[in-house]
C-alpha cells in the first residue's frame, strides 16, 4: 500500500584524510566558485552497492562480464540491457514485446523503486521519476582544504626503459584526499511519484517497507562503504521530517550550520521556525548524529534524537 506521507530530510556525510567525491582530476569536486560539493551519485552508489551486496536487485550498478573473441579473453562491463537480461534470466531483451512485463520487473528493483530509471533498450523507452530525490551535497566546513599524498610503487614501471636499459626506479602515483569535509545532502520522497504506474497495475507505489528500506540503508551506507579513498567517510547526521503528502518545504540543508571546537565538532539546526510554521502538517522529526565525535544544537520542538551509530535514542 502507497506511503501515506511525504519525508523531507537531510543526510550528512564527514569526510577525514578521504575523497568523497572527485572530479575528473582527481581533486574533491568543487563548483566555478570554490565550493566543495558532492554529487547525488556520490551518495546514491554506496546505497545501491549496500543492497546489491545483500542480495537485491540492483539494475544500474556497474557489473562484469568475461568475453571470448577468437580466443582473446577480456574482462568488461556489462550494458543496461545485458545486466537487465543477467538480473531477470532473460536471453535476449529484443525478443520481449511485453512493456508491462519490463515496467514489472523494473519496479521490483530496489534502486529503480528509490531513484527512479531511464530505459530505452531495445525498442522499449522507459522514464520513471523516482520518488527519492537528492540535491547536490554542499561541504559546510569551510576552512576544507585538499591534500596530495605521494605513493611509492613496488614495483617499477617497465614502460620507461630507453636505449640505456629499463627503469630501475618504482614508479610514484599521488593519492588526493580532503584534510577535513562535512557534506550535507537535502532529499525528499514524494510517494505520489508513482501514481500513474500503481493505475497500471505495474507496482504497488512507494510503500511504507520501501521507505524504511530506504532509511535503514541511508543512516550506514557511506560507513559500510570503505574503499581506499572512502575509507575515512562516515555518515554522521540524519533528518527525517515526516510531513502530510501536500506539504511543500524549502531545502532544509541551507538551515545548518557547522563549528569546529576542540573537543567535538558543533552542527547547528535552525529549523525550528519553519518548521513551526508547518506544525501542524508535520508528522514526526528525527535528527540523528554521532555523538561521539560531534555536539548537536537544535531549536526544534518535540524532535526525537538518536546515536547514528547505535541507534540508541538519546
Known amino acids: 500500500m502507497e506511503m501515506d506521507k511525504r519525508v523531507y530530510g537531510v543526510l550528512g556525510i564527514s569526510s577525514i584524510m578521504a575523497n568523497w567525491n572527485a572530479d575528473f582530476s ?26 546489491d551486496n545483500e542480495g537485491k536487485n540492483v539494475v544500474y550498478i556497474k557489473s562484469m562480464r568475461i568475453e571470448n573473441k577468437k ?8 550494458s543496461l540491457k545485458e545486466r537487465y537480461e543477467y538480473l531477470y534470466k532473460i536471453d535476449d531483451l529484443k525478443n520481449c514485446k511485453n512493456a508491462e512485463e519490463v515496467l514489472k520487473n523494473l519496479f521490483s528493483a530496489v534502486d529503480v523503486k528509490n531513484f527512479g530509471a531511464t530505459f530505452a533498450e531495445a525498442g522499449n523507452n522507459i522514464s520513471i521519476t523516482g520518488a527519492v530525490q537528492f540535491g547536490q551535497g554542499f561541504n559546510i566546513y569551510k576552512d576544507s582544504e585538499p ?51 500503481v493505475s497500471l497495475g505495474v507496482t504497488e507505489g512507494y510503500t511504507q517497507e520501501d521507505y524504511e528500506n530506504f532509511k535503514r540503508t541511508a543512516l550506514v551506507c557511506a560507513t559500510a562503504y570503505a574503499t581506499n579513498a572512502k575509507e575515512g567517510c562516515e555518515n554522521e547526521f540524519a533528518m527525517f521530517v515526516e510531513t502530510e503528502k501536500d506539504l511543500y518545504m524549502p531545502n532544509l540543508t541551507e538551515y545548518i ?52 551509530v547505535t541507534n540508541r535514542k538519546l
Open 71 to 78: 580466443g582473446d579473453i577480456s574482462l568488461i562491463p556489462r
Open 147 to 197: 591534500q596530495e599524498q605521494s605513493i611509492l610503487s613496488p614495483f617499477r614501471d617497465a614502460s620507461k626503459a630507453t636505449d640505456k636499459g629499463e627503469a630501475k626506479n618504482s614508479t610514484l602515483g599521488t593519492k588526493i584526499v580532503s584534510d577535513e569535509a562535512h557534506y550535507m545532502y537535502p532529499f525528499v520522497i514524494n510517494p505520489l511519484a508513482y501514481k500513474e504506474y
Open 257 to 308: 550550520t557547522f563549528e569546529k571546537n576542540d573537543s567535538k565538532n558543533i552542527i547547528n539546526v535552525n529549523c525550528g521556525e519553519l518548521l513551526e510554521i508547518y506544525k501542524e502538517k508535520i508528522k514526526s522529526v528525527e535528527i540523528y548524529y554521532n555523538s561521539n565525535t560531534t555536539e548537536l544544537k537544535h531549536d526544534i520542538k518535540n524532535a526525537e534524537i538518536f546515536d547514528i
Open 26 to 51: 582527481g581533486y574533491p569536486k568543487t563548483t566555478s566558485s570554490g565550493e566543495t560539493y558532492g554529487s547525488d551519485k556520490a551518495l546514491k552508489y554506496p546505497m545501491k552497492k549496500m543492497w
